[in-house]
């Protein structure tokens, strides 16, 4: 228990050993606590020095007459707590700073943004993965004003502004999924974001904060095709039948993916 503490606070498998055998043997030289703990001399001399600038240990020379000894003690254990409480307040100050740098870091990120970036996920896991992505993403859009042929929001769903993602829907690819993310329409409409579905085959049901039109003549199709937030993502089978999919994030790819969808949106009934 004590050794998975203190694995959990950051120490690793080396100094935690000469921690405790500082502990059980009080002020010791770095020979005698090397010894102690099984770690060698050079590496246990190393880790005191860290563990000394973290407040958990002391240092003192002791004179003799045949010369200096340094000897190192362990500080009470309570100073743990200390040096927890310590990070909680450097962790504060650096995200001060780092909310006050965002501008900046988003100006490196848009620069950056200019390169098509592909990733690519396996599994449901990979699935699940996509489809957060997707809630995520538009979470950080600005919300226009809902559309005026959009189902208005329920009080149960929110009220204002909304945004928008568009939807290929493949029947092929539907089952996996609400496997991988069962929850996914109800934490949709929670974020108050809407989509816009054009159907491949039967079925698809309205969930809220949704429009669906069917595509004619077409029973199935072999990819799930979601277009949100500058990026495009598409989920299909393999011939394991394990589902796989990319996100491609490129704005000029998005933009053009999306004026292709609303003009086929407008010409469907």
């Known amino acids: 228990m ?5 694995r959990q606070f ?5 100094e935690i050993p000469v921690y405790l055998a500082l502990i059980s043997l009080g002020p010791s030289p770095a020979s005698v606590i090397a010894g102690k703990s099984g770690v060698n001399r050079g590496t246990t001399y190393d880790i005191l020095k860290k563990l000394h600038e973290q407040q958990l240990v002391s240092v003192h020379d002791e004179y003799r007459r045949d010369g200096k000894i340094t000897k190192f003690t362990a500080e009470p254990p309570e100073k743990i707590v200390n040096a927890i409480e310590r990070r909680i307040a450097d962790l504060a100050d650096l995200k001060d700073t780092m909310e006050k740098s965002l501008p900046e870091f ?3 990120y848009e620069k950056g943004g200019a390169k098509p970036v592909v990733k690519y996920y396996e599994g449901l896991s990979g699935v699940r993965f996509i489809l957060q992505d997707v809630i995520a993403t538009m979470s950080r859009q600005t919300a226009p004003t809902p559309s005026p042929g959009l189902r208005p929001p329920s009080p149960a769903e929110g009220e204002g502004g909304i945004r928008k993602y568009f939807v290929y829907s493949s ?9 991988a993310y069962s929850n996914f329409n109800k934490d949709r409409i929670k974020s108050k974001i809407a989509n816009q579905v054009i159907a491949f085959g039967k079925g698809g049901e309205l969930a809220g904060l949704d429009e669906r039109k069917w595509m004619p003549g077409q029973n199935s199709s072999p990819t799930y095709i979601l277009i949100y937030g ?3 993502a598409m989920i299909s089978i393999a011939e394991s039948r394990e589902p796989v999919g990319v996100i491609i994030e490129d ?13 086929t949106w407008k010409n469907l009934k």
């Open 106 to 108: 988003q100006s490196l």
């Open 2 to 6: 004590i050794v998975e503490k203190l």
């Open 10 to 14: 950051g120490l690793d498998e080396k």
């Open 251 to 263: 704005t000029a790819l998005y933009q053009t993916q999306k004026m292709i969808f609303e003009h």
């Open 230 to 232: 500058g990026k495009v």
């Open 171 to 179: 029947p092929d690819i539907r089952d996996s999924l609400y496997k």
